[in-house]
């Protein structure tokens, strides 16, 4: 595999990080996972819109836009990859041991693309069961979620309880009990015919596919409401689902002892956002042909 380490592509055997790099000392920096679909890369400058906020949020430099999209096609290409799972990965980089951002001079750049393993069809059918976790999400005044960071203890302690209980994924809550979000996703349910999620003011990432499923309901005509919400408003809903860039609309059939059908809404929007996602192939193809 060719891995993207900082300025070129270099043997996955070549591509070490120094023991003294930041991310790996104190997990200083921030990411992105993208998914490139038929060689194209979905919503790719939101993503490096995201990682540049990200990246100021925590005061880091980071190369420019252009440098790093290039270098995502770079790597995907590399690899012979066609549907392809990518993250990109940026640490505060190399520097003596102490906490002040200063002491590290240039950030670290690696990304890897990797064949994208489709999830089972089956979830898809069936749904999947979340649990409420007594992890709380960060708050916003302490590592503000809005920063895809690679400090992710918060979610890896919430999974991991997840995954004792036998479920699939973990909706947390925030400081005042609202929900939050999922350890690796945002989370939608279906609420006398409402389309509900979470604001970002409850603390949570905003997400990508978050964005592109309520601009896609919207313009369907179904109501939405971003806001805040307690375990009680998810309990009573008719339809669970969650969102992320790999998963892309993924249902769910069960919340702590609630069960729930895999409903329509949900569906719906599922086969909205794969029109959309090929309407995004098409037009980045149109956009290349003119250019050649
Ligand atoms: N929330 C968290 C904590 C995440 O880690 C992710 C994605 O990994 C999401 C939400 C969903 O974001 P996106 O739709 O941009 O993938």
């Known amino acids: 595999m060719q891995i993207f380490l900082n300025d070129r592509l270099v043997d996955e055997s070549e591509a070490m990080v120094s023991v003294f790099d930041h991310g790996f000392l104190y997990g200083d920096g921030v990411y992105e996972t993208m998914r490139a679909y038929e060689g194209v890369v979905f919503s790719l400058d939101e993503h490096l819109g995201r990682l ?20 995502v096609y770079e790597t995907i290409r590399a690899n012979g990859l066609s549907n392809a799972y990518v993250r990109v ?10 906490l002040d951002p200063a002491l590290c001079k240039k950030p670290t750049l690696v990304i890897i693309a990797e064949l994208f393993k489709p999830y089972p069809v089956k979830l898809y059918q ?6 409420i976790s007594p992890v709380i999400r960060n708050h916003v005044r302490a590592i503000n979620p809005m920063i895809k960071s690679l400090n992710f203890l918060n979610n890896i302690l919430a999974k991991a309880d997840a995954i004792d209980r036998g479920a699939y994924e973990a909706i ?9 979000e999922g350890t690796v996703c945002n989370i939608f349910f279906v609420k006398d015919g409402s389309v509900c999620t979470p ?45 992320n860039t790999t998963a892309e609309v993924m249902p ?18 599922r086969k909205l956002y794969q029109a959309e996602v090929r309407h995004y192939v098409h037009l980045f193809r149109d956009s290349q042909k003119e250019i050649d």
Do not use: C, W
């Open 89 to 98: 990965t940026l640490s505060r980089g190399k520097g003596p041991i102490g």
């Open 126 to 131: 069936d749904g999947v069961f979340l649990v």
């Open 252 to 269: 769910v059939s069960r919340v702590d002892d609630t069960a729930y059908a895999v409903g329509s809404v949900s569906q719906k929007l």
């Open 199 to 243: 604001s970002v003011d409850a603390g949570i990432l905003d997400g990508i596919t978050r964005e592109i499923v309520i601009s896609l309901a919207r313009k369907s005509g179904l109501p939405v409401h971003e806001g805040l919400f307690s375990p009680a408003d998810i309990l009573s809903a008719t339809e669970v689902f969650f969102t």
């Open 172 to 180: 947390m809550l925030n400081t005042e009990d609202n929900i939050a």
């Open 52 to 71: 540049g906020r990200s990246a100021s949020l925590i005061r880091m430099q980071i190369p420019g836009r252009k440098f790093i999209a290039g270098a």
